[in-house]
């Protein structure tokens, strides 16, 4: 081809060329929008429904207009949701976290095994309905009920990535079963329980006089050391420091390709083949994490031995990243919800998510209580956020009643990621593993339970300690 033939190449006018883009528009337009509408009307600024929740419902709203609902692109805002998942986790990996010295290590890790362990009940209660409502004819895959814990504790990637793991598997035994729409309600569903519910138990305890409102500082502003540390890159030199933290995350998120690339074309025998290898793909965020983690543990190594000589990392910037991953994840997620296959789960689904609130409110509540003393409701307010929405619902609970952050509260839901990871891996391999017959299921219903009563017994081991020796003496 002639390098100066500019017929037979891309053109900017066609429409192939702005699809993508405008998708992209579109997403940003309904956050602004849902922003707008979390401003403007005192029921939705009261609920602390996130704006990004409420742009996803826009578009919901969108598509049902006649002539609008091709604009809204399903399979784009499924792969923007996807990779955000990722990107976002990425970015918080790289950050230099350090437990400060309101935050003990072994409260971090109890927090951790909280997260996992409401996980795990989430999963108990959604699978046992499923196969329930399987077994007495149904037609829901009964292993759909997993997909609650992904919906309400991990948030609209997880639902989608699973929920479309299990679509594969239920085509292959002959059910029709629309996955990644039931995960994606799922985790709208969460976000409004999380917010809303919460709200309104708050509501509750101020009129029983055991909250108070405590006001936000006027100027409260973030620090100089809040946007830059010591010896960091200028913000501009040869190279942006924005562009950096960007093209840091880039690289990470790249290696992950390729290292989940790699493993597709290795044999890992039946396990790897039936189980590991769909669901690898789905472990994005996870590998995404643990590449992050490794990345910037090669920088340390890097400065300790001078070959480095200045802080590439930035806290702040990094935080902004992940935040703008996250919401724009949730309006794709949102958005990428179809009710054509809706009317077929909707018992089962109102049904689960009912439970499913119930449940993760109790349970969180209660070990909140022996897990917090001093910090309760504190506790409670930001575990609950996150367990059924995001961790940046968690905070605006929690800062409704402390705003400084002046409870441990905080720390604790930050930097208990890793310590949850390390303890819901068994969960996510398990979802692998149930979806591929009903007896499998009823396996992992086997062990969730176990693991769960494990988990338990562990956060509350020091109040049982506590209550044999009382009765001894």
């Known amino acids: 081809m002639n390098v100066l033939d500019v017929t037979s ?9 702005w699809q993508w883009l405008i998708q992209f528009c579109i997403l940003a337009t309904a956050l602004l929008l849902g922003n ?6 005192p029921f939705l600024k009261k609920s602390l429904l996130p704006s990004a929740l409420l742009g996803g419902v826009l578009l919901l709203v969108f598509k049902a207009v006649p002539g609008c609902r091709e604009l809204v692109n399903k399979p784009m805002m499924e792969i923007v949701t996807y990779h955000t998942l990722g990107l976002g986790f990425i970015a918080l990996a790289l950050k230099n976290n350090k437990i400060e010295s309101k935050s003990s290590p072994m409260k971090v890790i109890e927090t951790g095994a909280l997260t996992a362990s409401s996980y795990v009940i989430q999963g108990i209660v959604g699978l046992v309905m499923t196969i329930l ?36 598997w239920a085509s292959q035994q002959g059910m029709d079963f629309a996955g990644a729409d039931f995960g994606l309600s799922i985790a709208a569903m969460g976000f409004i329980v999380g917010s809303v519910v919460g709200v309104v138990y708050m509501n509750i305890l101020r009129r029983r006089g055991k909250l108070s409102r ?50 597709q074309g290795m044999e890992l025998g039946k396990f790897g083949t039936n189980t590991l290898k769909p669901m690898l793909w789905g472990f994005n965020f996870l590998l995404g994490t643990l590449f992050g983690i490794a990345f910037k543990g090669l920088l340390r190594r890097f400065k300790k031995a001078r ?22 994840m949730i309006v794709a997620g949102t958005a990428a919800i179809s009710f054509e296959e809706f009317g077929k789960f909707i018992v089962p689904f109102v049904i689960i998510c009912t439970l499913g609130a119930i449940v993760t409110f109790a349970y969180v509540l209660i070990v909140s209580k022996h897990l917090y003393p001093n910090y309760q409701y504190e ?25 400084k952050f002046e409870t441990p509260a905080a720390n604790n839901l930050v930097l208990q990621s890793l310590a949850a990871i390390v303890f819901g891996f068994p969960v996510l391999l398990l979802m692998g593993f149930a979806p591929q017959s009903l007896r ?18 562990f956060m509350l081991r020091t109040e049982i300690f506590k209550k044999k020796s009382k009765h001894k003496e």
Do not use: H
Request: hydrophobic letters at 50%; one cysteine or more.
């Open 9 to 17: 190449v891309m053109t900017f006018d066609r429409p192939e060329a």
């Open 36 to 41: 707008v509408l979390r401003m403007q009307v």
């Open 133 to 168: 409502f399987f077994t007495f004819g149904k037609k829901i895959f009964y292993a759909s009920g997993l997909l609650l814990p992904m919906g309400y504790g991990q948030g609209p990637g997880q639902a989608l990535n699973f929920g479309k793991i299990f679509t594969g």
């Open 214 to 263: 405590k006001k936000i500082v006027a100027n409260q502003m973030n620090k100089l050391e809040d946007y830059e540390g010591k010896n960091e890159i200028p913000d501009a030199e040869s190279i942006d420091k924005l562009s950096v933290q960007i093209c840091m995350v880039l690289f990470v998120y790249f290696l992950v390709y390729l290292f989940t690339n790699w493993i």
């Open 307 to 328: 070959i480095v000589q200045r802080e590439y990392i930035n806290n702040y910037m990094l935080n902004r990243i992940g935040g703008f991953c996250f919401d724009i």
């Open 379 to 403: 506790g409670f307010f930001s575990m609950f956020g996150m367990l059924t929405g995001t961790a940046s619902n968690g905070m605006i609970l929690l800062r409704e009643i402390d705003p």
């Open 440 to 457: 499998a299921s009823l396996i992992t219903l086997g062990v969730l339970v176990v693991f769960w009563v494990a988990l338990t017994l």
